[in-house]
């Protein structure tokens, strides 16, 4: 299976992510956790990119879609789960073009959710600096996931400016990838307001009912 999930900063991409990828056994890519994994070793690649990721800008495509193809080159004979790519048209044809041999991805799933909703949880949200599962600020400080106990922090770019803008780059660049996906009659979209365990039986049962 090849899907990519598609929402707005805040949406649940990555809270959805790690279960979805273990319940249908495909390997999951985190965009911005793999421009994160280069953080520590501050590598070319994060000294290029950290100045957009602060400020909540998309990272030039010329270093993104490099870095994307590459992970599903080496990662997905199993097929793949996409959060955080594409985020915008061209990004979507490069991966249609790369995967030219096949028929492309299978479904791009749309989660929706309410603005207001989403300003709330990324301000009050914090994330693992080992395995990138997000959490609502609380008491914890440590990452809960099997075997991981990574301590969790706030992201630079969960900061109001960054918030406000990440949603405006949503707005104008990845918005219209729902109408391509929807075109070319590859969209799922999901109400992603309701709980955690909600949102995760909606998306379970609307992939399988696409994949009969
Ligand atoms: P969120 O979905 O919460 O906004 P991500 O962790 O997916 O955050 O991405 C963080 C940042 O990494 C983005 O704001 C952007 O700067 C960069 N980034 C991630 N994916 C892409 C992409 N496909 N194209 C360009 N920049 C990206």
Redesign the pocket.
Known sequence: MKLILL?????G??TQALSLSEKFDIPWM???????SHRKENTDLWKQ?FG??E???????S??INM?LSWIDENSNKGFLL??????IY?AESLETHLDNSSGIDKAIYISVPDEILIDR?SSRVVCKVC?IPYTKSDKNKCTVKACTGELYQ?E??KPE?IKK?LQ??MDETKPLIEYYNFRDKLIQIDGSGTVESVRESLESSILISNK
């Open positions: 929402g707005a900063p805040g949406a991409k990555g985190s965009s911005g956790d793999l421009f994160r990119s957009y990721i400020k909540g800008l998309l990272v030039p495509d270093i993104t994307v959060d955080g790519f594409p985020r915008n990004q990324l990138g992201r770019d969960d960054s990440r780059v949503f």
